[in-house]
């Protein structure tokens, strides 16, 4: 067989996907797994977006479509991004399959060999598969569990280097669920003025935050960061629409124009039924969202209160997204049922084994110290499983 290209050398099958399927096989032969592994929210769109859908296939022309999207998507996508205090022309907006396509297309026009790429860690584990697949270097920039997984502008400030090329910030975080303050943005914002870097901000968790909190944006500490950062958007977490595989992209004229032409000369564009199913999302009636937002924060406060009584756990508290991230490194080294648990591997391994939950261990998110617990499925799964947890660690000494 013909030998693969070098850049594929370090990337791997995502090891969330891994688990999935493992957990998937297990359940097929009958087991009563129970899966806190994948982020899929876990409703299903608004009926607006389902009649927006069906009058699409109606008015079917079945032709290629606008690689940048379609004006009716683009239109809406700006209408939102109005309601959250951003200003964004047509020519500033490019679609793509989904926010993993367009942050790809982002690392693959912004990257070059050599280039440094800041990831606040832990980190979604695409954004250094995709960082490597480009032959930039991923710099990891730990924030354990003591500073609330949360990157400081010191921190910040020390990563940078001659050859820092882009900054990927996730806010609210996948994996931890933490959300920045307002102030802490800002700190990390004066940071960035001084610095020629690209900003790719991830946001597309902004509606899942809890407890009154508020959703604060680096263009809005430092709208001066304007014309170097990029925002990226999806339909997959808000509304309920992971497979329908619609991103979107606001940023400077010059990013949105190289986007178009990477969509011109890869999957040409997002199909049209599903470009008018979020357009119809992003610019209709939000209340189903915050109805599912206060569900995930029910949720949130049922995994909290079940890892808040277990001993050794520490888990900085979640205000939004719907994952936690306990600190789990005091059961390193403690025996379950006479097998030690050497790491986060190995113990997302045996918890599997032993009690049919499925998570992720840390070391995927590049903070092994910690698992990552998805409670997006029903509240009769999550109580059960999370009771099985709480006997595991429970048993172990
Ligand atoms: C932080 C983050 N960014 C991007 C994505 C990808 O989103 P999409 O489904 O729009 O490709 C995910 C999906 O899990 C995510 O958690």
Known sequence: M????KKMGDVSP???VQISNKARELKKSGKDVISFSIGIPNFLPAKHIYEAAHAAIDNDTGT????RGSDELINAFIKRLKLDGFDYQPSEICASIGAKNSLFNLAFCMLDEGDEVILPTPFWSSYEDMTNMTGAKAVHVRCGSKQNYKMTAEQLESAITPKTKM??????????GMVYTKEEIKALGDVLERHDIWIISDDIYDKMVFDGHKFHHLLHTNPSLRSKTVIVQSVSKTYGMPGWRVGMVAAPEEVAKKLTTMNANSTMNVPGVTMAAAAAAFSGDHDFVFKERDNFQRKRDIVMAVLNDIDGIVCPFPRGAFYAFPDVSAYYGKKYKGEVITDDVKLAEMILDHTLVALVPGGAFGEPNSIRISYACPDEDLIKGMQRLKDFFEACE
């Open 2 to 5: 013909p030998s693969f290209a």
């Open 14 to 16: 995502s090891v969330i």
């Open 64 to 67: 290629y479509l606008p690689c």
């Open 167 to 176: 900054l990927i910030f996730n806010n609210p975080s996948n994996p931890t």
